[in-house]
């Protein structure tokens, strides 16, 4: 067993022995390098109510180098490239970036992950937005976007 697994090994032990609260995630499978879960919307946010499908992938040299994050539910946020555009659900987070200049720390795990992005979700930053139509609508007005995330949290990521 490679030294990526091992370590997947743990940190999965680790997430069933002491999930958190407001997320769930699990290897996809017997595959140790696929996660998917969920997260719930926090409450108040424009995403409260709202169950969030994501999944994270683990490269062959984690947790040297730092895993992606995608969420499979659309989700209207600067830091997610939304379904409008690109559409991909890539997140886009300084942690997400490793070698010099990344915001990755081989420490990490994926509960470390999750909570990172779980602030995100409560506090949108168009700062450091990278998706272009969240990162707009926040810049011009932040309570058309609470309406917007809102009104797309309750289309995609409710009932």
Avoid at 93 to 116: A, C, D, Q
Wanted: proline share 9%; with cysteine; aromatic share 12%.
């Amino acid at each position: 067993m490679d030294s990526a697994t091992e370590r997947l090994m743990r940190d999965l032990n680790e997430m069933r022995s002491d999930p958190l609260p407001y997320a769930t995630a699990d290897i996809d499978g017997n595959n140790f390098r696929l996660w998917k879960g969920t997260l719930n919307g926090p409450p108040g946010t424009p995403y409260e109510g709202g169950l969030f499908e994501f999944q994270l992938n683990f490269p062959a040299d984690y947790p040297t180098n730092p895993p992606t994050c995608k969420f499979i539910t659309p989700i209207f946020h600067p830091n997610v490239y939304s379904d409008s555009g690109n559409g991909n659900g890539n997140v886009c987070l300084p942690i997400f970036r490793g070698g010099v200049g990344g915001g990755w720390n081989s420490r990490f795990t994926p509960k470390t992950i999750i909570s990172y992005i779980i602030a995100l979700l409560n506090d949108p930053n168009a700062a450091g937005g990278y998706a272009h139509d969240p990162t707009t609508v926040l810049k011009r007005s932040k309570d058309e976007f609470i309406a917007k995330a809102r009104e797309h949290t309750y289309r995609h990521a409710m009932g």
